[in-house]
């Protein structure tokens, strides 16, 4: 199928493509998903309209039930809107899935046979399921991890606003400084990332090279030397990792301790008005619940660091390692025979025969 060739380098064209043939289903998934986050957000406003009514006596009976039926109603739609969401992208990722990969199959066989004379067939395969994997990955992390927080944090500051609108449009510079300086930071580490996802390519193009020469490596009792060798490419590896985890944590480490001292800040605020009389006890409680909402959109669980998934981690770093090494330039040693007791000057594999 020739029209994917004009997706070479446009992921996001590529990827919007198989969402637009299920438009309906992802506007419904999408719409679930925002209604099911607005009314979880809501129902700490149902628990403020519920405490301002037992905080005015019981002659008020009537306008508690109203606030206890207004909350449990959000509590209810709530949880059925996540499950509607659930099932129907159960169906809909599913889906995109199976259109990527039959339209990648088709666009594969369409190549003549020269194409894959020096290809080999799982590395084709393999390239068409991880292009789905990837696909279907990204689209439950968006709706599931990354659109929930942002429509809460949204949904915290406008309701925020009800109680004290200085106190809502101070959020919102203050989130947006946030976001931007947190941008720059994150582009800023994108060089350990980058440098953890090439020595994790090594370690994968190393074992395959070896496995692939493991005859030639056996002949010349080589397997100490390659051992040794991958040790020490592993330990590379894991310095890199290491590198880059840490400056997540790093930046983690910002947002949160800005997030706490933001919601102290609000609370305390909060707490002032409820002195002045210019708040109400549910109003109070209203912004403890709503900054507690807003830690528990801070990153904490994600703990892959930038450009290690299966996209850049999985391209070897080293050259060709689907063909056998077909010249020997470097003969062992004398005594290294069927005993291997000598040492090859130089190791054959990896390209170095």
């Given at each position: 199928m020739d029209h994917l060739s004009g997706y070479a380098h446009r992921p996001l064209p590529f990827v919007l493509r198989?969402?637009?043939?299920?438009?309906?289903?992802?506007?419904?998934?999408?719409?679930?998903?925002?209604?099911?986050?607005?009314?979880?957000?809501?129902?700490?406003?149902g628990v403020k309209n519920l405490?301002?009514?037992?905080?005015?006596?019981?002659?008020?009976?009537?306008?508690?039930?109203?606030?206890?039926?207004?909350?449990?109603?959000?509590?209810?739609?709530?949880?059925?809107l996540w499950r509607i969401a659930s099932w129907t992208a159960s169906f809909t990722f599913v889906g995109v899935t199976g259109d990527l990969r039959r339209d990648m199959f088709r666009h594969l066989t369409g190549h003549a046979p020269s194409y894959f004379s020096d290809r080999l067939p799982g590395?084709?395969?393999?390239?068409?399921?991880?292009?789905?994997?990837a696909v279907f990955t990204v689209e439950n992390m968006f709706v599931w991890?990354?659109?929930?927080?942002?429509?809460?944090?949204?949904?915290?500051?406008?309701?925020?606003?009800?109680?004290?609108?200085?106190m809502s449009l101070g959020m919102i510079v203050i989130a947006g400084t946030m976001v931007v300086a947190m941008f720059h930071l994150a582009a800023a580490g994108r060089p350990l990332h980058d440098d953890f996802a090439n020595k994790a390519a090594a370690v994968d193009g190393e074992m395959v090279d070896v496995i692939n020469n493991m005859p030639l490596v056996r002949a010349f009792c080589g397997l100490g030397y390659e051992h040794d060798r991958f040790d020490a490419t592993v330990n590379r590896e894991l310095v890199a990792r290491g590198r880059s985890l840490r400056y997540l944590e790093k930046l983690r480490l910002a947002h949160a301790a800005v997030t706490v001292v933001l919601t102290i800040g609000m609370l305390a605020w909060a707490v002032n008005l409820w002195q002045q009389g210019a708040a109400t006890t549910g109003d109070v409680v209203l912004v403890c619940t709503l900054g507690i909402s807003i830690l528990k959109c801070a990153p904490s669980g994600n703990r892959a660091?930038?450009?290690?998934?299966?996209?850049?981690?999985?391209?070897?770093?080293?050259?060709?390692?689907?063909?056998?090494?077909?010249?020997?330039?470097?003969?062992?040693?004398?005594?290294g025979g069927a005993g291997c007791r000598g040492r090859p000057r130089r190791l054959a594999s990896l390209g170095r025969w």
């Amino acid at each position: 199928m020739d029209h994917l060739s004009g997706y070479a380098h446009r992921p996001l064209p590529f990827v919007l493509r198989y969402l637009r043939q299920r438009l309906a289903a992802h506007v419904a998934i999408l719409s679930a998903v925002v209604g099911a986050v607005a009314c979880s957000v809501g129902t700490q406003y149902g628990v403020k309209n519920l405490v301002d009514g037992l905080s005015a006596g019981p002659s008020h009976g009537g306008g508690v039930w109203l606030a206890f039926v207004f909350l449990m109603s959000l509590i209810a739609a709530d949880n059925f809107l996540w499950r509607i969401a659930s099932w129907t992208a159960s169906f809909t990722f599913v889906g995109v899935t199976g259109d990527l990969r039959r339209d990648m199959f088709r666009h594969l066989t369409g190549h003549a046979p020269s194409y894959f004379s020096d290809r080999l067939p799982g590395m084709l395969t393999s390239r068409i399921t991880a292009t789905s994997n990837a696909v279907f990955t990204v689209e439950n992390m968006f709706v599931w991890n990354v659109l929930p927080p942002c429509i809460a944090t949204v949904s915290a500051i406008a309701l925020i606003g009800t109680v004290s609108l200085p106190m809502s449009l101070g959020m919102i510079v203050i989130a947006g400084t946030m976001v931007v300086a947190m941008f720059h930071l994150a582009a800023a580490g994108r060089p350990l990332h980058d440098d953890f996802a090439n020595k994790a390519a090594a370690v994968d193009g190393e074992m395959v090279d070896v496995i692939n020469n493991m005859p030639l490596v056996r002949a010349f009792c080589g397997l100490g030397y390659e051992h040794d060798r991958f040790d020490a490419t592993v330990n590379r590896e894991l310095v890199a990792r290491g590198r880059s985890l840490r400056y997540l944590e790093k930046l983690r480490l910002a947002h949160a301790a800005v997030t706490v001292v933001l919601t102290i800040g609000m609370l305390a605020w909060a707490v002032n008005l409820w002195q002045q009389g210019a708040a109400t006890t549910g109003d109070v409680v209203l912004v403890c619940t709503l900054g507690i909402s807003i830690l528990k959109c801070a990153p904490s669980g994600n703990r892959a660091p930038l450009g290690a998934g299966t996209g850049s981690a999985a391209i070897p770093c080293r050259a060709s390692t689907s063909a056998p090494v077909n010249a020997i330039t470097a003969p062992p040693e004398r005594g290294g025979g069927a005993g291997c007791r000598g040492r090859p000057r130089r190791l054959a594999s990896l390209g170095r025969w």
